[in-house]
């Protein structure tokens, strides 16, 4: 994952979004952001996004050229993302910079606590997963979190980690549906580091 796109030169939001996929594609791989394609067709028809795990905004970006109107941006660190927040014209971009989790979190050495913001999570309609790659912590932010969801989770890289064949995250998915029967599996991507789309029945 390539973490620091130089964005200094971009005017609007489509230049924003249009120089990291770029990027993303050029340094990770033709099809990495397949998922971006699943966002754009399940996004249509829902007004508000979630996601956990920002980096430089992305996704963020592709959630609301698709036309949500209201997002949630949450990570442990937001100094990426947050200078160009004012890109987002017309779009209220709520910025959470906390833990997903109830519990402290370890990245890079820093723990990161749960704020009361995140705790209290207003509803989406649709949740993007993308930050700790483990299974244990994708399914407590899938059981902590889907209860807010409307319609669709998206969680990116079901199907690679670090290069080599991983599925544990969209194994997380599957025992996550055994549990609750309320969501099922919806699409399953296998293009690059994959992807997993979940929807509410």
Known sequence: MIKNVDLSKCKNLTEFYNT???AHESHQG?????HHKTMEAYLSGCNSY???????G???AKAALCGVKYIQAVDVQLHRFSPYVKLFEGIE???HESSTVPHPVEFKGKMYEMTDGVKHL???D???????????????ELTLHSPT???YILMHDTYLLENKVNESLHKAALKFIEQNSEWTIERRSKVSTGHTLLKRI
């Open 30 to 34: 033709t099809g990495y952001c397949d």
């Open 20 to 22: 990291l996929y770029e």
């Open 93 to 95: 971009v709520e910025l």
């Open 149 to 151: 969801v409307n319609k």
């Open 50 to 56: 979630r996601e956990f795990g920002v980096l430089q």
């Open 58 to 60: 992305a996704t963020v």
């Open 126 to 140: 649709f949740m993007f997963i993308d930050d700790i790659h483990e299974h244990d912590h994708v399914l407590e």
């Open 122 to 124: 207003k509803p989406v």
